[in-house]
């Protein structure tokens, strides 16, 4: 039944005496407010001036473009992690003293995975925006305008990457077996991270200038919040489940489309996208950054994977092919 006038009132009485707020002032503050609007709300024209092209080709609108919406729907995925590493209740993990996770909810865990999984299938089914949305004449003079920022530098898909999996499965993998012999510190693991080998320059084999850039401003937000997900990082988890709902299939499906969606679907359309804009018949074209695309982008060369115990052998010794998706989702 709804509440009277009389009735909703008393109940703010209640909310505000509880903090020694007094009501009538909020009341006066309410009459004298205006109207919310859509604008104001979602400060759309604030937004619509964050586009600061550095040359006068008009398709290089749509590259920002993209890439702020890209950067949009990676806090939408992150602000998710950060809702699924803060749900459930505190147990001892692994028999420890001191080693503490949380327990969540299944079905939080899924609904929360899944919502991620939207984001990224939103975001490859709409880089043909990229892909063929741009004139390759233009992009290939205002991008030297850009020197020498990348998309290598997103610090929030990185974010992404760290919230996903244990650190061990984001370093480089040629690195992983010594590194997990050793019970490796997070720091110690760091000074491998795979996405280095992807910022050498092609020549020397020594740190680009973006990389450079990258770990002096966002190498210490790394560290921290990896150190902070140790022990609640989506697989963590997923182990803290009973066993019953770790075998959920629909779970297990979740997270193996996270998975692919991370680190094979979007390494891919960017992998396309370079191939267009970048590849030609009497060389490849160097990225803005000088990153190496070619080796860094294919997911086979970085078998980067975050749940290896949920695949089989056969379906990671082909990672990267395009079977994986179509074969192995069917429930």
């Not at 459930?88 to 001191?98: D, P, R």
């Not at 998309?151 to 244990?166: K, L, P, V």
Request: proline letters at 3%; hydrophobic letters at 40%; charged letters at 25%.
């Amino acid at each position: 039944m709804e509440k009277t006038i009389a009735e909703k009132i008393q109940l703010l009485e209640d909310k505000y005496a509880q903090t020694g707020q007094d009501l009538n002032a909020y009341l006066e503050g309410l009459l004298l407010s205006n109207y919310l609007t859509y604008w104001d709300y979602t400060r759309v024209e604030t937004l619509l001036t964050l586009q600061n092209p550095k040359t006068d080709y008009p398709d290089e609108v749509i590259f920002i473009m993209y890439h702020q919406i890209t950067e949009l729907y990676f806090k939408l995925a992150l602000h998710e992690f950060e809702q699924i590493a803060n749900n459930g209740l505190k147990i001892q993990s692994n028999g420890k003293k001191g080693n503490w996770n949380e327990q969540i909810e299944a079905t939080f865990l899924i609904e929360r995975v899944n919502r991620i999984n939207r984001y990224f299938e939103a975001l490859t089914k709409s880089f043909e925006i990229m892909i063929d949305g741009m004139e390759k004449d233009q992009f290939l003079k205002y991008r030297m305008a850009l020197l020498p920022a990348s998309g290598f530098q997103s610090a929030q898909y990185r974010m992404i990457e760290i919230c996903s999996t244990d650190f061990i499965q984001l370093v480089d993998k040629d690195m992983r077996a010594m590194h997990a012999s050793k019970n490796a510190s997070i720091e110690e693991m760091f000074e491998h991270i795979y996405w280095n080998k992807g910022a050498t320059e092609l020549a020397s084999g020594k740190k680009t200038l973006t990389l450079i850039q990258f770990e002096e401003k966002y190498g210490k937000t790394f560290l921290n919040l990896a150190n902070d997900y140790k022990h609640k990082n989506i697989w963590q988890k997923y182990l803290s489940l009973p066993l019953a709902d770790q075998q959920n299939p629909k779970l297990i499906n979740a997270l193996k489309q996270l998975d692919v969606n991370v680190n094979v679907n979007w390494p891919l359309v960017h992998y396309k996208s370079a191939v267009r804009y970048l590849q030609q018949n009497s060389g490849d074209i160097a990225a803005t950054g000088g990153t190496n695309w070619q080796k860094y982008l294919p997911p086979r060369f970085q078998k980067r994977i975050f749940y290896p115990k949920l695949w089989s052998t056969e379906e990671m010794d082909n990672w990267g092919k395009a079977w994986v998706e179509t074969n192995v989702f069917k429930i």
